[in-house]
Each structure stands twice: as C-alpha cells, then as structure tokens.
C-alpha cells in the first residue's frame, strides 16, 4: 500500500501570514522581531539595523553580498533601509545579529496618524 505523501512537515516550517505572502519560521533562536500587516498596497519590507555597531556602508556592503538584497532606499542616519525580499531573505535577516527589527511597509495617511501625535 502506497504511504501518503507527508504535507505537514512542509507546514509545520512555514507560517501564513493573514492575505500576505507565507513567512518561513526563522532557524534562530531568538530572531528579530517581524512587526506590522502585510499590506499588498506596499509589498515590501523596512529593516531597522542596530545602532553603532559597524560602519553603516560596510554593514550594508555585506548584507548585500550575504542575502543577495536589492534596496529601495537606505537611510544611514537612522540605521535602516527599504527592500523587497523574498521569504527567505525575511528569515535569514531576521537572524542576522545585526538586525533589530523588520516591519511590513506600509502605506500612510494624514488620517492613520490622527490623534498619534
């Protein structure tokens, strides 16, 4: 008798994110944080870097090369930078000892900020 194919196994490592692309659970033991709702208006990601650790140019020039990340924009000043990645990168980045956050982009409104401030 033929055995089924073994399906959970497949979905015991990825995790669906709600209408968004699937999310696969990071191999780390502490990963940063994936914050915010897939929003297909604005599909790509922001990565906040820790602060002060490593030249910002020299931190970047690397997470290029590791990931194979494209940016979209980086913003030295404040340590972070705009990508499109794909489910793979988002785990890899999310354990990467230099990464504090990552968030969903999104879109902003002068009304979604109302009574923030």
Known sequence: ????????LVSLSVCASAG???????SCVTPAPLNGHFDSRAPGYLIQLKPGREDFTVLMSRLKTDYGIRTRAEWPRFRSFAADLDTEQVSELRCD????????D????????????
């Open 1 to 8: 008798m033929p055995r089924p194919a073994t399906l959970i």
């Open 20 to 26: 968004g692309p699937a999310v696969l659970k990071p």
């Open 97 to 104: 000892q230099e990464v504090l956050e990552l968030e969903y």
């Open 106 to 117: 999104a879109i902003a409104t002068a009304s979604s900020w109302q009574g923030r401030l």
